[in-house]
C-alpha cells in the first residue's frame, strides 16, 4: 500500500547504482553455465544410448541410408534469366533437351534393360509346362508395346537435338543467325546425343542375344496361328484378331530386328516442309564432326589408363554418333574411321550393361560398310587376334592384379579411416578438403572403375567367347568383386563423414570455378568495343556465375557447362586459366554424384549372369578359412541384382523370380560350405571323443589342418530378407543329430555328451542339452501297437508279477524294452480312457483263440489218455500216500510226452503247452496292467481336486450366478470330467472278473469234459516250467544270453486263470502237490548231507565237489519251486481262490435280493416325501 502513494516523479529520479546490471550479468552466466551441464548431460545419454552415433555405420544392420544428391526444385526457366533474351532461349532449349534425354536414359536402365534381360528367368527347363513360354510372352506383350513407345519417342528426342542444332549452325550467308557460332561448340549436347543413341544401341544388343526371347516370340505366333483357325474355342472376337496380328508384326519390326539403332538414324532428318535443312548445311556438318573429334579426343587420351572415369561410355557414343554424321552427311574421314578403330587394340569389348559385350569393330564395320572396304583385311583380322591375346594375357596377369588391388585399396582404407578421423585445421581447410576430394575421386571412385571394368570384361568375354576359365581366375575374379564391394562399404560406413566433406569440398570447387570465371569477366568488360558476340559471352559468364551460386544439382551444372560453351569463345580465357577450370568442373561432377557413381560402379548384379562361379568360390572359402569374413562382400554383390528383378514382367510376379534365385542360391551355399562345415565339424568332433581308437592318422604336420572355428566368429550374413547365421546353421544340426542318434542308442548318451562339451570348448557353440533319460523312457511302446500286436506281443514279452513290468525277451540292441505302468498311463492320457474297455475286447478275442488251441491239446488222444490214467493212479495211491500226487509221477509223464516227439527247435508238446498257458497268462498280466495304468491316470488327473469326497457342483453355482449360456455347458462339462475321473480313480473295471464270467459257463458245460483233466497235468507242467527257468537263469551268466530270462511269471497268471476257470483249485489242492515236491527235494538234500559227512572222513575230494554241486542243484530247484508256489499263490488272489464257482453263485443271489429290498424301502421313503415337497 505504501509503494502506490509514493509520487510518480520518483521513478525517474532513483538513483542508478548499476546493481541492476551485474544482477542480469549474473543471471545470465548462470545461464549459460546451465546450458553447456545441460548440453554435456545430453551427449552423455546420446552416447550410453548409442556407442556408435555417427561413427561407424553398418551396411547390413542400417534400415536407413544417407543420400547426398542435391534436388533441384527450381525450374529451368526460372535457372535461366539474364537480359539476353535470344541467349536465355537457346540455352533453355538445349538444356531442357539433356534433361529429356537424362530421364529416357535413366528409365532405359533401370526398367527397359532389366525387363528384356531377365525375360525368361526364374523358369527352370524341368520346371515349365508345355505352354508356359506362350503365357509368359503374353504377360511381356504390354512391356513390349511400352518399349515401342519409348523407342519412338527416343526418335522423336534425337530428330529435335539434330534439328536444334542445325538450326544454330547455318551455312546459307544470306539467313539470319540466332547468336553468332563461330568458336561456340555444344560439346555437352553431343555427349549427351551419344549416350540416346547408346541405349538405342544396347536394346538392340540385349534382344539380338535374347535366343529364349526370340524363341517364345516365334511360339507366340505360331498360337495366334491356332487361335485365328479357331477363335470361339479360345473365347476371343475374331475382329479382334486382326489388329493384334498387325500390332504384333509392327512390334517385331520396330524392336526384334535389331533394328532399333539403324531405323533412328535412317530417319528423314530434313524437313520436307521447307523448315530446317540438315544433309545440306555444310557448317554444320563440320560443327558435327569437329565435337566428335574433340569428344574422341578426350576419350583416346584417357581410355585404357588408370585415371579412366566415364570415357568407354563416351567412346560408344562417339561411335553411334560418327555412324550417325555418316547416315546424314554421307561423308567418311577415312583417318577418323581408322583411329576409331585402332581404339580396339586398347579396349576389344565393351560391357554396355550386365552381360552385354559388345564389339566397336563389328559395329563400325557393319554399319560403315563403304569404308571398311577401304581398309586391308589384314589389320581387320588383327583386330580380331587381338581380342583372343587380350584374354589369355588377362587371364595370365589376373593374380598379379589382385594382388596389386589388394594392396592399394587397402591402403586407400587406411587413408580414409586417417582422413575422416582427424579433426579439420581450420587454418588449413582449404588443403585439407582438397586431400580429401582427392582421396574420394582420384583413388576410392578410380579404383572402383578399374577393378568393376576388370571383373565385367573378363567375365563377358570369356562368356561370349565360349571359353572356359581356370579355377584361378574365377577365384582372381571372385577376389577382386570383394574388394569392390569393401570400397562401396568404405563410403558407406563413413557415410556421416563422407556428407559432411562432400558439401564442403563442394563449396570449395565451386569457390574455385567462380574466381576463375570474375577474372574472365573482369577481362570482358574491360574491353570497351561493344559487339553482340561479346555480349553473348558476357551474359553467358553471368549466367554461368548466378547458377553456380546455388547448390550443386545436376541441371545447374549442366546450364554452367553450356553456359560456358558460349562463354569461352573469343579468347576471353587463357589457356592456362581454361584448363584448371575444366578440372574444377569435372572434380564437381564426380563429387557432386559421389554415391551415386560409386554405387553404380560398384553395382554387381551382373553376377547374376555369372552365378556358376558361386560354388568354385564357396569352396576356395571352405578351404582357406582364413579369411571367412569375405562372405558377406560376397553376398552383399549377390543381393546387388534385387532392384533390377523387380522390374521382371513376364512372370505371374517378381517376388516368383526372386524366390528361385533366394532358393538357388541357398541350395549352392548349402551343399559348398554349411553342410561340409556340419559334416567335417562332427567328423572332428567324433575322432577327437574317439581317439583311444587309434581311427587314422591326424597329426596336423603331416595331414595339415584348417582352423573352421572361424567361420563361427562370423556376424551373420544378410541375405534378401533374411540372415544366415552359420554358427546357428552348425549348432541346429549337431544338436538334431546328437539328439537323433541318443534316441536311437541311449546306451551312448555319455559319448555324445562329451562331443556336445569338445563342440562348445574348441569352436565356440552353445549346444542344447539333450535332457533324454539315459536309461529308459516313459513313454515306451504305445497301448494302440499293443493292442493291434497282441499276439505279437505276449510271445516276445515276458511278465513279472511283483514289480508289474513287462521285459522284452531278446533284442538285437544292447538294450530290453521293459513297459511299466507308467508307460501304459502315459498312453492312456494320449488316447483317453475309451481305449481300456477296447484293449479288454481285444484280449478276448485272442484269449478266444488260444482257448481253441487249448482244448485241442487237451482232446488229443495221447495226452486224454495219459491224464485219465494218472487221475485213477491218484485216487488209488492216494490213501497210501498222504494225499500227495507222487514227483516220479510227474516225472514220468514228462518223459512220456518226450517220446511223442519233439520240434526242430527241441520242444515237447509240454513245452509248447507251457508257452501257451504263458502266453494266457501274459495276456491277463497285460489286462492287469491295464487296469493299474487306468488308475494311474485318473488318480493323476485327480490330484488337483482337494476334496473327493466333497466336490462341489458347478453348473448349480453358474445358473445362481446367472451367466452365459456356453459358461453353463463349461460348467457341466466340468461336472461329467471330475465324476468320471472319481469314479475311475476309486474303483476302476473288475476287467478279471469279465473275463472269468464270460469264459467259465464254456469251459464248465458237460461238453467240454474233457478240460477237466487240466488239474492233473499242472504237476508235470511245473516241473517242466521250473527246468525251463532255470536254465534261462543260467544263460543270463554266459555270453550268449539267448534265450536268457529272470522272470516269466505269465505261466502262473496262465494256470490260475485256467483253473478258476475250470472251478479246478480244490481239485489241484487236493494233490498237495508242492507239499510232494518239497518233501522230496528235502528228502534228497539230507541224504546227500549224510553222505557227504560219511566221506569228509574218506578226504575223496572229487567226490565231495559232486556232493557240493548236487547240493547246490537241489537247492536251486526247491528255490526255483517255492517261487513258481508263491507266484501262483499270488496270482490265485486275483481270481479269488478262495471260494468255487457254487459259493460265488451263493454271494451272487444273495446281493441281488439286497438290492431289491434296498430299492423297495426307497420307493416307500420317496412316496412318503412327496407330499412335504409339495
Not at 506 to 519: E, G
Not at 707 to 728: V, Y
Not at 911 to 937: K, P
Not at 1147 to 1166: I, M, P, Q, R, V
Request: hydrophobic share 40%; aromatic share 10%; net charge neutral.
Amino acid at each position: 500500500m505504501a509503494v502506490e502513494t509514493l509520487s510518480p516523479d520518483w521513478e525517474f529520479d532513483r538513483v542508478d547504482d548499476g546493481s541492476q546490471k551485474i544482477h542480469a550479468e549474473v543471471q545470465l552466466k548462470n545461464y549459460g553455465k546451465f546450458l553447456e551441464e545441460y548440453t554435456s548431460q545430453l551427449r552423455r545419454i546420446e552416447d550410453a544410448l548409442d556407442d556408435s552415433i555417427g561413427d561407424v555405420w553398418d551396411f547390413n544392420l542400417d534400415p536407413i541410408a544417407l543420400k547426398l544428391l542435391p534436388y533441384e526444385q527450381s525450374s529451368l526457366l526460372e535457372l535461366i534469366k539474364t537480359e539476353n533474351k535470344v541467349l536465355n532461349k537457346v540455352i533453355t532449349v538445349y538444356a531442357a533437351l539433356c534433361c529429356e534425354i537424362k530421364k529416357l536414359k535413366y528409365e532405359a536402365e533401370t526398367k527397359f534393360y532389366n525387363g528384356l534381360l531377365f525375360y525368361g528367368e526364374g523358369a527352370t527347363d524341368s520346371s515349365m509346362v508345355e505352354g508356359d513360354c506362350q503365357i509368359q510372352m503374353g504377360r511381356f506383350i504390354s512391356f513390349l508395346q511400352e518399349l515401342s513407345c519409348f523407342v519412338t519417342r527416343c526418335y522423336e528426342v534425337v530428330m529435335n537435338v539434330v534439328h536444334q542444332l542445325a538450326a544454330l549452325y547455318i551455312s546459307n550467308k544470306i539467313a539470319p543467325k540466332i547468336i553468332e557460332t563461330t568458336g561456340v561448340h555444344f560439346q555437352t549436347m553431343y555427349e549427351h546425343l551419344g549416350e540416346l543413341l547408346t541405349v538405342l544401341l544396347t536394346l538392340d544388343e540385349i534382344i539380338d542375344n535374347h535366343i529364349t526371347l526370340k524363341d517364345h516370340w516365334t511360339m507366340y505366333k505360331r498360337l495366334l496361328k491356332s487361335v485365328h483357325h479357331n477363335p470361339s474355342k479360345f473365347g476371343i472376337q475374331e475382329e479382334k484378331l486382326k489388329p493384334f496380328e498387325k500390332f504384333l508384326l509392327k512390334l517385331e519390326g520396330q524392336l526384334l530386328d535389331g533394328m532399333i539403332f539403324q531405323a533412328c538414324i535412317e530417319q528423314q532428318f530434313d524437313s520436307l516442309n521447307g523448315g530446317v535443312s540438315v544433309s545440306k548445311n555444310s557448317t554444320f556438318a563440320e560443327e558435327f564432326a569437329h565435337s566428335i573429334r574433340s569428344i574422341f579426343a578426350n576419350v583416346e587420351a584417357r581410355l585404357g589408363e588408370p585415371s579412366e572415369i566415364d570415357q568407354r561410355d563416351k567412346y560408344v557414343g562417339v561411335c553411334g554418333l560418327f555412324v550417325l554424321h555418316f547416315q546424314i552427311f554421307r561423308t567418311v574421314d577415312k583417318k577418323f574411321y581408322k583411329s576409331l578403330l585402332d581404339i580396339c587394340k586398347k579396349v576389344p569389348a565393351i560391357t554396355l550393361t550386365a552381360n552385354i559385350i559388345w564389339f566397336p569393330d563389328n559395329f563400325l564395320i557393319q554399319k560403315i560398310p563403304a569404308a571398311a572396304k577401304l581398309l586391308d583385311k589384314k589389320s581387320l583380322q588383327a583386330i580380331k587376334i587381338h581380342r583372343d591375346t587380350f584374354l589369355q594375357q588377362k587371364a595370365q596377369s589376373l593374380t598379379k592384379d589382385v594382388q596389386s588391388y589388394y594392396v592399394f585399396v587397402s591402403s586407400w582404407m587406411m587413408k580414409m579411416e586417417s582422413i575422416l578421423s582427424k579433426e579439420q585445421r581450420m587454418d588449413k581447410f582449404a588443403e585439407d578438403l582438397t586431400s580429401r576430394c582427392n582421396v574420394f575421386i582420384q583413388v576410392g571412385f578410380l579404383y572402383a572403375y578399374s577393378i568393376s571394368t576388370i571383373i565385367k570384361t573378363t567375365m563377358n568375354l570369356y562368356m561370349s567367347m565360349q571359353k572356359p576359365m581356370t579355377k584361378t581366375s574365377v577365384k582372381a575374379l571372385c577376389r577382386l568383386v570383394e574388394l569392390l564391394k569393401a570400397i562401396e562399404h568404405m563410403f558407406y560406413r563413413r557415410s556421416m563423414v563422407v556428407a559432411d566433406s562432400v558439401s564442403h569440398i563442394t563449396q570449395h570447387l565451386q569457390h574455385q570455378a567462380l574466381n576463375s570465371i570474375s577474372v574472365a569477366k573482369k577481362r570482358v568488360i574491360s574491353d570497351k568495343k561493344y559487339s553482340e558476340q561479346r555480349l553473348d559471352v558476357l551474359s553467358a559468364l553471368v549466367l554461368a556465375e548466378n547458377t553456380l551460386n546455388g547448390p550443386s544439382t545436376k541441371q545447374r551444372r549442366l546450364i554452367v557447362s553450356l553456359a560456358l560453351s558460349v562463354g569461352t569463345q573469343m579468347k576471353t580465357f587463357k589457356d592456362e586459366e581454361l584448363f584448371p577450370l575444366q578440372v574444377v568442373m569435372k572434380k564437381l561432377d564426380l563429387i557432386s554424384e559421389l554415391r551415386e557413381r560409386v554405387q553404380t560402379q560398384c553395382d554387381c548384379c551382373f553376377l547374376y549372369w555369372h552365378r556358376a562361379v558361386f560354388p568354385i568360390y564357396l569352396d576356395d572359402v571352405y578351404e582357406n578359412a582364413v579369411d571367412a569374413a569375405r562372405l558377406h562382400y560376397m553376398f552383399s554383390a549377390l543381393r546387388d541384382c534385387v532392384p533390377a528383378m523387380m522390374h521382371a514382367r513376364h512372370l505371374e510376379s517378381c517376388e516368383m523370380l526372386l524366390d528361385c534365385y533366394d532358393k538357388e542360391i541357398t541350395e549352392i551355399l548349402n551343399e559348398h560350405l554349411l553342410d561340409k562345415l556340419c559334416k567335417e565339424i562332427e567328423k572332428d568332433l567324433r575322432l577327437s571323443v574317439h581317439t583311444h581308437l587309434k581311427l587314422d592318422d591326424r597329426n596336423p604336420f603331416k595331414v595339415g589342418m584348417k582352423d573352421l572355428a572361424l567361420f563361427f566368429s562370423l556376424n551373420p550374413i544378410r541375405f534378401f530378407n533374411r540372415f544366415i547365421d552359420i554358427r546357428a546353421y552348425v549348432t541346429h544340426y549337431l544338436d538334431k543329430t546328437f539328439y537323433n542318434l541318443t534316441t536311437v542308442a541311449l546306451h551312448d548318451w555319455a559319448t555324445y555328451s562329451e562331443m556336445r562339451n569338445l563342440a562348445t570348448q574348441r569352436y565356440g557353440l552353445v549346444m542344447t542339452e539333450a535332457h533324454l533319460p539315459s536309461q529308459t523312457l516313459e513313454q515306451g511302446l504305445d497301448v494302440l501297437e499293443i493292442m493291434r500286436n497282441i499276439h505279437i506281443f505276449v510271445s516276445r514279452y515276458l511278465y513279472n508279477l511283483n514289480n508289474q513290468i513287462f521285459i522284452e525277451r531278446t533284442s538285437n540292441n544292447k538294450h530290453l524294452n521293459t513297459i511299466n505302468i507308467r508307460h501304459i498311463a502315459n498312453s492312456i492320457r494320449t488316447h483317453g480312457t475309451g481305449i481300456m474297455n477296447t484293449t479288454v475286447n481285444f484280449t478276448y478275442q485272442f484269449l478266444k483263440k488260444k482257448f481253441y488251441i487249448f482244448s485241442q491239446f487237451m482232446y488229443d488222444e495221447h495226452i486224454k489218455s495219459r491224464l485219465i490214467k494218472d487221475i485213477r493212479f491218484f485216487r488209488e495211491i492216494k490213501d497210501q500216500n498222504d494225499h500227495k500226487y507222487p514227483f516220479e509221477r510227474a516225472e514220468k509223464f514228462n518223459r512220456g510226452i518226450r517220446k511223442l516227439g519233439i520240434t526242430p527247435e527241441g520242444q515237447s508238446y509240454l513245452d509248447q503247452f507251457r508257452q501257451l498257458i504263458s502266453q494266457i497268462g501274459n495276456a491277463m498280466g497285460y489286462v492287469r496292467m491295464i487296469r493299474s495304468g487306468g488308475l494311474h491316470c485318473s488318480s493323476n488327473a485327480i490330484r488337483f481336486v482337494p476334496d473327493l469326497e466333497d466336490i462341489v457342483n458347478f453348473e448349480e453355482l453358474v445358473k445362481e450366478e446367472g451367466l452365459a449360456e456356453e459358461t453353463l455347458k463349461a460348467a457341466r462339462h466340468l461336472d461329467s470330467v471330475l465324476s468320471d475321473h472319481t469314479r475311475n480313480s476309486a474303483e476302476g473295471t473288475e476287467y478279471f472278473k469279465m473275463l472269468v464270467d464270460v469264459f467259465a459257463p464254456e469251459f464248465r458245460r458237460p461238453k467240454n469234459i474233457h478240460l477237466r483233466n487240466f488239474y492233473i497235468i499242472v504237476p508235470p507242467l511245473t516241473l517242466n516250467f521250473v527246468e525251463h527257468s532255470i536254465s534261462c537263469k543260467e544263460k543270463l551268466n554266459k555270453k550268449n544270453k539267448i534265450g536268457a530270462a529272470f522272470t516269466d511269471d505269465g505261466f502262473a497268471m496262465g494256470v490260475a486263470y485256467i483253473l478258476k476257470l475250470l472251478d479246478q483249485y480244490q481239485e489241484f489242492d487236493s494233490l498237495h502237490w508242492f507239499q510232494s515236491v518239497r518233501e522230496k527235494y528235502l528228502k534228497e538234500m539230507r541224504a546227500v548231507a549224510k553222505q557227504q559227512n560219511v566221506q569228509s572222513t574218506s578226504q575223496d575230494e572229487k567226490l565231495l565237489q559232486t556232493m557240493n554241486l548236487t547240493q547246490k542243484r537241489l537247492d536251486v530247484y526247491l528255490q526255483e519251486f517255492e517261487l513258481l508256489y508263491f507266484s501262483l499263490s499270488s496270482a490265485r488272489i486275483f481270481f479269488r481262490a478262495d471260494k468255487t464257482a457254487a459259493e460265488e453263485n451263493q454271494e451272487k443271489k444273495e446281493k441281488e435280493e439286497e438290492t431289491k429290498t434296498s430299492n423297495g424301502d426307497l420307493s416307500d421313503s420317496t412316496v412318503s416325501a412327496d407330499p412335504v415337497v409339495k
